[in-house]
């Protein structure tokens, strides 16, 4: 009854109104807007976006207009911060908790989870595990749940990741209202593991596809001891900018190599 209440309250807003008020939007990408009204709606959804694509913000719009928290599992730290920071700065109650957070910070974002004060609160998959963390949000109302890199949960995906298997189970003994799969990548096998841990229905896995015309990929077939140079030279050729070298030149990583751009 909860959730069908939710739902009649949250047909009366403009979804539009608030993507423009709060992320300066006028209009959805591809996508988007499908998963957004499936968990208004008070269904579960998978989101399947290349990256940058905007899958976050498929749970950052639904987390302001539906009651009680949103929790965003994330396995890196790096990405909450960046979230984090970029949430406040749009004046929305957000929180992480992590390891890199020191006593009183940490003891801020309990408190405020108690107080119901937050909208979105991020942790790692390994805190679902703890605890002391599930005695805490058990006293919530959790209307989302949302899982990025959610495709670790396969076996079938290169990227398995045990605490992802023990999610599904706790966001049922959470009573989490709805749950949204996020990942930018997932074989046929792997989203249909993703769909069937989190009871998510076929029609509610929404997949973009892959393709990035952003990106653009050239190959160039020469031997080992032709890399290094023909590196150094094409470095020298392209517009300037940003370049990321892997290391697998540690040759070229002195002061005699290196490339001005």
């Known amino acids: 009854m909860a959730i069908q209440q939710t739902k009649d309250q949250i047909d009366k807003i403009d979804i539009y109104q608030t993507l423009k008020s ?19 709606g008070g269904e579960s959804a998978a989101a399947i976006f290349p990256t940058g694509s905007g899958k976050s913000l498929c749970y950052q719009l639904p987390a ?8 965003v599992i994330s396995p890196l730290i790096a990405l909450m911060k960046d979230q984090i920071d970029s949430l406040k700065k749009q004046g929305i109650a957000a929180e992480r908790l992590d390891s890199s957070l020191d006593e009183e910070n940490y003891r801020n974002a309990i408190n405020n989870i108690r ?68 990942t930018a990548t997932a074989t046929p096998q792997v989203s249909a593991d993703m769909a069937e841990a989190f009871d998510i229905k076929k029609k509610n896995v929404i997949n973009t596809g892959f393709y990035r015309p952003n990106l653009e990929m050239r190959v160039t077939a020469c031997s ?9 030279n094409r470095l020298r050729k392209r517009l300037s900018g940003p370049a990321i070298i892997y290391p697998e030149f540690p040759e070229l990583c002195n002061d005699e190599n290196t490339v001005t751009l």
């Open 22 to 40: 709060h992320f300066g939007f006028d209009s959805f990408r591809s996508g988007q807007e499908e998963v957004i009204t499936t968990l208004l």
């Open 64 to 71: 302001l207009l539906l009651p009680g928290l949103t929790l």
């Open 224 to 232: 080992n001891n032709e890399k290094p140079a023909l590196l150094i």
């Open 115 to 182: 107080s119901g004060q937050l909208k979105i609160l991020f942790v790692a998959p390994e805190r679902m595990s703890n605890e002391r963390f599930l005695s805490i949000i058990k006293g919530q109302q959790l209307s989302l749940l949302a899982v990025d890199e959610a495709h670790c949960i396969s076996a079938w995906g290169h990227n398995f990741r045990p605490d992802y298997l023990k999610l599904a189970r706790v966001a049922k003994e959470l009573c989490v209202e709805r749950v949204l799969a996020l």
